[in-house]
């Protein structure tokens, strides 16, 4: 009983976390002192709910406890008369014992709100005064609930680099008494980019998660669509980040049908392109005019949406502009150059000029130190293998992929695919 009860905190604790972090944040004003409220509001949970049960809303119990811990900080720290203005409306619900329709804490702040929290606190965690990777691991800890382990694993680094980076940063923002507010006018494009950056790590955890059970974690593709359109009002004027909008828009759009009905993982070539939603398609292509538009069709988050488009444009797998997504990805590894680019690539050139090119550029790419503990190498060069008639190695290939996986279906799916090669046969997928 208890096992079910903590995964179920679990689920909810990965939803609100973020929520819960930058409600506490606007009143605490210290990112730190409000993740720790935060995980001692989680801690509440694991000690009541086995023995009380789960309340209805969950989510709002969460919410109340943590600021409950707020209003002790602030009282603790005698800034509560300094803060009364904020905290009034907390101190009227403690007294009412927090009504049963506390629910409005947890609705859904419209898209030209930009007093948004999630959005304060996104732009807190990259405030200039950290350096860019400490406020993208920060951001991701913050605002997708994401562990060290996983944040260390979209950064292919070592866990012990993120933990101090993650640390250093929140006592950096504490000692520079950095402000939880939304930047205007030109205290803005400094710290654009790093937002982008993180809301896409958070998107990209959401449409492949790193760890767990499931192969995606929707809520958080969800999440960070909504703080792209936000920001896409909040910097109408930014081509990269309607780039951005649109390349979500565009992967987003295949949701419901990059897993089968068990949850299982369907390749890009596999998928049913009926399933794929237009709506989310029209979105994303609209998006992607407007930053070409703006003269940001060169930028690196355009060019991964025009990447994403060719896709869209297909009606069926074969009918794809693989040379053109060649060219695309040749220009993306100008302009943002990297070994999952090169990767990227590779699949793209297998597809327009076949396995035995695309395979020099994997095995290029092998002993780079970025990519030692990177899945989908071993994966991409057991299927080239497998498409060149060498089952055995692609066999080998595909087991050593598994054994990285971090996601239970993931490995899973990895496994089976190695298994396929057992008789001897080529699984071209």
């Known amino acids: 009983m208890h096992s079910a009860t903590h995964q179920a905190i679990a689920a909810v604790w990965r939803i609100e976390c973020a929520r819960i972090v930058a409600a506490v944040a606007r009143l605490v004003r210290d990112v730190g002192?409000?993740?720790?409220?935060?995980?001692?509001?989680?801690?509440?949970?694991?000690?009541?709910?086995?023995?009380?049960?789960?309340?209805?809303n969950a989510a709002a119990w969460?919410?109340?406890?943590?600021?409950?811990?707020?209003?002790?900080?602030?009282?603790?720290?005698?800034?509560?008369?300094?803060?009364?203005?904020?905290?009034?409306?907390?101190?009227?619900?403690?007294?009412?014992?927090?009504?049963?329709?506390?629910?409005?804490?947890?609705?859904?702040?419209?898209?030209?709100?930009?007093?948004?929290?999630?959005l304060r606190l996104m732009f807190t965690a990259c405030h200039p005064v950290l350096s860019s990777d400490a406020r993208v691991a920060l951001s991701l800890k913050l605002l997708a609930g994401l562990t060290?382990?996983?944040?260390?694993?979209?950064?292919?680094?070592?866990?012990?680099?993120?933990?101090?980076?993650?640390?250093?940063?929140?006592?950096?923002?504490?000692?520079?008494?950095v402000p939880f507010e939304l930047p205007r006018g030109e205290q803005l494009a400094p710290r654009l980019a790093s937002v982008l950056e993180a809301v896409y790590l958070v998107f990209n955890e959401g449409y492949t998660a790193t760890a767990g059970a499931d192969w995606m974690r929707p809520q958080?593709?969800?999440?960070?669509?909504?703080?792209?359109?936000?920001?896409?009002?909040?910097?109408?004027?930014?081509?990269?980040?309607?780039?951005?909008?649109?390349?979500?828009?565009?992967q987003a759009s295949r949701a419901s049908a990059r897993q089968d009905g068990a949850g299982r993982p369907v390749l890009l070539l596999d998928?049913?392109?009926?399933?794929?939603?237009?709506?989310?398609?029209?979105?994303?292509?609209?998006?992607?005019?407007?930053?070409q538009g703006l003269g940001g069709g060169a930028g690196p988050y355009a060019l991964q949406a025009a990447i994403a488009a060719?896709?869209?444009?297909?009606?069926?797998a074969a009918e794809t502009d693989w040379q053109r997504i060649c060219d695309l990805y040749g220009e993306l590894a100008r302009v943002a150059p990297s070994p999952v680019v090169e990767l990227n690539r590779a699949v793209a050139v297998c597809m327009a000029q076949g396995p035995a090119v695309a395979l020099a550029m994997v095995d290029a790419l092998n002993e780079d130190p970025a990519l030692r503990a990177y899945q989908w190498l071993p994966s991409v060069r057991g299927d080239l293998?497998?498409?060149?008639?060498?089952?055995?190695?692609?066999?080998?290939?595909?087991?050593?992929?598994?054994?990285?996986?971090?996601?239970?279906?993931?490995?899973?799916?990895?496994?089976?695919?190695?298994?396929?090669?057992?008789?001897?046969?080529?699984?071209?997928?």
């Not at 406890?65 to 602030?74: I, Q």
């Not at 060719?310 to 069926?316: F, G, L, N, S, V």
């Open 33 to 56: 002192v409000a993740e720790e409220l935060a995980q001692d509001a989680l801690v509440a949970a694991l000690e009541h709910w086995p023995r009380q049960g789960i309340p209805d």
């Open 62 to 118: 969460l919410m109340r406890t943590a600021k409950n811990r707020a209003l002790d900080e602030l009282r603790r720290r005698g800034s509560h008369a300094a803060g009364l203005e904020q905290v009034a409306s907390d101190l009227q619900a403690r007294e009412a014992h927090l009504v049963p329709d506390f629910v409005d804490e947890l609705d859904a702040v419209r898209a030209d709100d930009i007093g948004d929290d999630l």
């Open 148 to 177: 060290t382990h996983e944040i260390a694993r979209a950064y292919l680094l070592p866990e012990p680099t993120i933990a101090q980076r993650i640390v250093r940063a929140k006592r950096t923002l504490r000692e520079a008494q």
């Open 220 to 250: 958080l593709c969800d999440e960070a669509l909504r703080l792209g359109r936000i920001l896409a009002e909040l910097a109408p004027a930014e081509p990269e980040v309607h780039g951005l909008v649109a390349l979500m828009e565009l």
């Open 271 to 291: 998928q049913d392109r009926s399933r794929w939603d237009q709506l989310l398609i029209r979105r994303g292509q609209a998006a992607l005019a407007r930053a």
């Open 310 to 316: 060719c896709h869209a444009r297909a009606r069926t």
């Open 385 to 429: 293998l497998a498409r060149l008639g060498r089952p055995g190695e692609a066999r080998a290939e595909f087991e050593r992929a598994a054994a990285l996986a971090g996601n239970e279906r993931e490995r899973a799916f990895l496994l089976q695919r190695a298994r396929a090669l057992d008789g001897g046969a080529a699984d071209a997928a």
